[in-house]
Nanobody, 125 residues
Framework: QVRLVESGGGLVQSGDSLRLSCAAS????????MGWFRQAPGKEREFVAA?????????YYADSVKGRFAISRDNAKNTVYLQMNSLKPEDTAVYYC?????????????????WGQGTQVTVSS
């Protein structure tokens, strides 16, 4: 069982930056691929970024955030981060982190076994 708790959301202006954090419980964090997803009102939950569990730490991004967002992990702190730069109003959503044991960093939300409660990000124009 893994418990995930996101933090770092807030209200920012277009062009600003935010860093989201997701703290995980348990001693096996390093065996989980971690993903960030987001869900805007009335829309499906969509993939944002993911990082594999392996030592390579391969990363993957949705086209809409590539070059602006960066995912990273600190296994010593059981934490995954999402650095979000050059934020746009269309980035407004609830952001969720998710864990997939021994995963490769899938963009498919159904591959993830554990989810956090989400953190709201609002970008004003």
């Amino acid at each position: 069982q893994v418990r995930l708790v996101e933090s770092g959301g807030g209200l920012v202006q277009s062009g600003d930056s935010l860093r989201l954090s997701c703290a995980a419980s348990g001693r096996t964090f390093s065996t989980y691929a971690m993903g960030w997803f987001r869900q805007a009102p009335g829309k499906e939950r969509e993939f944002v970024a993911a990082i594999s569990w392996s030592s390579s730490g391969s990363t993957y991004y949705a086209d809409s955030v590539k070059g602006r967002f960066a995912i990273s992990r600190d296994n010593a702190k059981n934490t995954v981060y999402l650095q979000m730069n050059s934020l746009k109003p269309e980035d407004t959503a609830v952001y969720y982190c998710a864990a997939d044991q021994y995963g490769v960093g899938s963009s498919n939300k159904y591959h993830y076994d554990y989810w956090g409660q989400g953190t709201q990000v609002t970008v004003s124009s």
